[in-house]
């Protein structure tokens, strides 16, 4: 690999495999100890020894609900029929509505499809995310406000910059979650004077404050927030010319980084939505902040504020968005991963044509699968299940997708 990432992200990933490790050795029953050890397995890519770590837990705790998801996620559908059994068995034993029960029918889905069993695989995603719904109601009025309050503070049209950046600088990929970032940070990865720091909750966190108030994001707010975000970056090589934060859902603040950092990329994946909803319809997502994925209506409603946000944001950086088409991409991801470096300005290599060549750590949805060859299977695939996204279906506004096809 060109990037084999041998600075501080992935030296902290291999510090927290050997943490883990030896805490394993030291106390071998510990059910947290090991599910950390397959969760750091897991963002290397060492997938069999995850698998080990996580079927050793089930041995210890036939009931361990994160160890059956995870293992819904890596294993092949012959392996998958033997977590069956037990799965059934360890779902009898909780609390019916409970976050536990959650992950579990999540992980039945998973299971069920891998046994054939389309029916029982959609009435166990059914189950699982009206649980979380309920546990996690999304507020789509306050969501709302918040976009408007976004939108109003970036009314007007703001030219490219016209000098160079200093030092190096932020690519951000971004769009909705499941809709591709992950392989174009991959094959970002792929470059050697390219460092990726995977999802970063900075940006977030810093403008908060900001989207709830009236508080003016000026040259001085700007200044400060590059300053408290560059504090959170760990240190980069010193030939590094630009480093990548792939946090999807940074589409609602690209007004403020554009003010904060002029010069930085915006990479924006574009999906079509019921390819995106179906994938994180079948996703468990842990925390709040994606809410909006267990109901089908939310999710529809979120998806329209998205394409309203891209729409602006295009509309006020024009020529300074950069947007991949995840279709167009994996059917032809030579000449996508050509254009996505000449617009970073960077040198394209061929391997960014074969980002599961990429040795960068992850730690997302999409670990697994991004350690396979791009591939167009997933394109479409809404439709086989159209009656399950039935819901969104009704409720999406196709007004806002003008280029989508029956």
Same mark, same amino acid.
């Given at each position: 690999?060109?990037?084999?990432?041998?600075?501080?992200?992935?030296?902290?990933?291999?510090?927290?495999?050997?943490?883990?490790?030896?805490?394993?050795?030291?106390?071998?029953?510990?059910?947290?100890?090991?599910?950390?050890?397959?969760?750091?397995?897991?963002?290397?890519?060492?997938?069999?020894?995850?698998?080990?770590?996580?079927?050793?837990?089930?041995?210890?705790?036939?009931?361990?609900?994160?160890?059956?998801?995870?293992?819904?996620?890596?294993?092949?559908?012959?392996?998958?029929?033997?977590?069956?059994? +037990?799965?059934?068995?360890?779902?009898?034993?909780?609390?019916?509505?409970?976050? *536990?029960?959650?992950?579990?029918?999540?992980?039945?889905?998973?299971?069920?499809?891998?046994?054939? %069993?389309?029916?029982?695989?959609?009435?166990?995603?059914?189950?699982?995310?009206?649980?979380?719904?309920?546990?996690?109601?999304?507020?789509? *009025?306050?969501?709302?406000?918040?976009?408007?309050?976004?939108?109003?503070?970036?009314?007007?049209?703001? +030219?490219?910059?016209?000098?160079?950046?200093?030092?190096?600088?932020?690519?951000? $990929?971004?769009? !909705?979650?499941?809709?591709?970032?992950?392989?174009?940070?991959?094959?970002?990865?792929? !470059? /050697?004077?390219?460092?990726?720091?995977?999802?970063?909750?900075?940006?977030?966190?810093?403008?908060?404050?900001?989207?709830?108030?009236?508080?003016?994001?000026?040259?001085?707010?700007?200044?400060?927030?590059?300053?408290?975000?560059?504090?959170?970056?760990?240190?980069?090589?010193? %030939?590094?010319?630009?480093?990548?934060?792939?946090?999807?859902?940074?589409?609602?603040?690209?007004?403020?980084?554009?003010?904060?950092? /002029?010069?930085?990329?915006?990479?924006?994946?574009?999906?079509? +939505?019921?390819?995106?909803?179906?994938?994180?319809?079948?996703?468990?997502?842990?925390?709040?902040? !994606?809410?909006?994925?267990? %109901?089908?209506?939310? !999710?529809?409603?979120? $998806?329209?504020?998205?394409?309203?946000?891209?729409?602006?944001?295009?509309?006020?950086?024009?020529?300074?968005?950069?947007?991949?088409?995840?279709?167009? #991409?994996?059917? %032809?991801?030579?000449?996508?991963?050509?254009?996505?470096?000449?617009?970073?300005?960077?040198?394209?290599?061929?391997?960014?044509?074969?980002?599961?060549?990429?040795?960068? +750590?992850?730690?997302?949805?999409?670990?697994?699968?991004?350690?396979?060859?791009?591939?167009?299977?997933?394109?479409?695939?809404?439709?086989?299940?159209?009656?399950? #996204?039935?819901?969104?279906?009704?409720?999406?506004?196709?007004?806002?997708?003008?280029?989508?096809?029956?």
């Amino acid at each position: 690999s060109p990037n084999p990432r041998g600075g501080e992200i992935c030296a902290s990933t291999s510090g927290e495999i050997q943490s883990s490790i030896y805490t394993v050795q030291l106390a071998p029953e510990h059910i947290g100890a090991r599910l950390r050890l397959g969760t750091s397995f897991i963002e290397a890519g060492r997938f069999e020894e995850a698998k080990e770590q996580f079927r050793a837990v089930l041995a210890l705790q036939p009931a361990q609900t994160q160890a059956f998801e995870q293992l819904s996620l890596l294993l092949d559908r012959d392996e998958m029929k033997t977590l069956a059994g +037990p799965a059934q068995k360890a779902l009898g034993k909780l609390r019916s509505g409970s976050v *536990e029960a959650a992950e579990l029918q999540f992980a039945l889905s998973r299971i069920e499809d891998a046994m054939g %069993d389309r029916q029982a695989a959609a009435k166990a995603r059914e189950r699982a995310n009206g649980i979380l719904a309920k546990q996690l109601p999304y507020d789509a *009025e306050e969501d709302t406000r918040q976009t408007e309050r976004i939108l109003g503070r970036f009314p007007d049209i703001t +030219p490219s910059p016209t000098d160079k950046p200093d030092g190096p600088y932020p690519i951000y $990929v971004l769009g !909705l979650p499941r809709s591709g970032t992950s392989l174009v940070e991959a094959m970002l990865s792929r !470059l /050697p004077n390219v460092e990726t720091m995977g999802e970063r909750a900075a940006t977030g966190f810093l403008v908060q404050a900001y989207v709830n108030s009236d508080i003016p994001f000026d040259a001085e707010a700007a200044r400060i927030f590059a300053h408290k975000d560059a504090v959170r970056l760990p240190p980069c090589p010193d %030939d590094t010319r630009a480093y990548v934060d792939k946090m999807p859902e940074n589409y609602r603040y690209i007004g403020f980084l554009k003010t904060a950092y /002029p010069h930085c990329k915006i990479v924006h994946v574009r999906r079509d +939505p019921r390819d995106v909803a179906l994938s994180m319809w079948k996703s468990h997502f842990t925390g709040t902040a !994606l809410s909006y994925t267990y %109901d089908q209506t939310a !999710l529809a409603w979120r $998806v329209g504020l998205y394409a309203r946000l891209m729409h602006h944001w295009q509309t006020v950086f024009p020529d300074q968005i950069l947007t991949v088409d995840y279709e167009d #991409l994996v059917a %032809d991801p030579v000449a996508g991963s050509r254009a996505l470096a000449d617009y970073c300005g960077l040198e394209w290599l061929p391997e960014m044509a074969a980002p599961e060549g990429s040795s960068a +750590p992850t730690l997302t949805m999409s670990a697994s699968q991004i350690r396979q060859p791009v591939h167009q299977r997933s394109i479409g695939g809404w439709r086989a299940q159209a009656d399950e #996204l039935a819901e969104f279906l009704e409720a999406l506004d196709t007004s806002l997708w003008p280029d989508l096809a029956d």
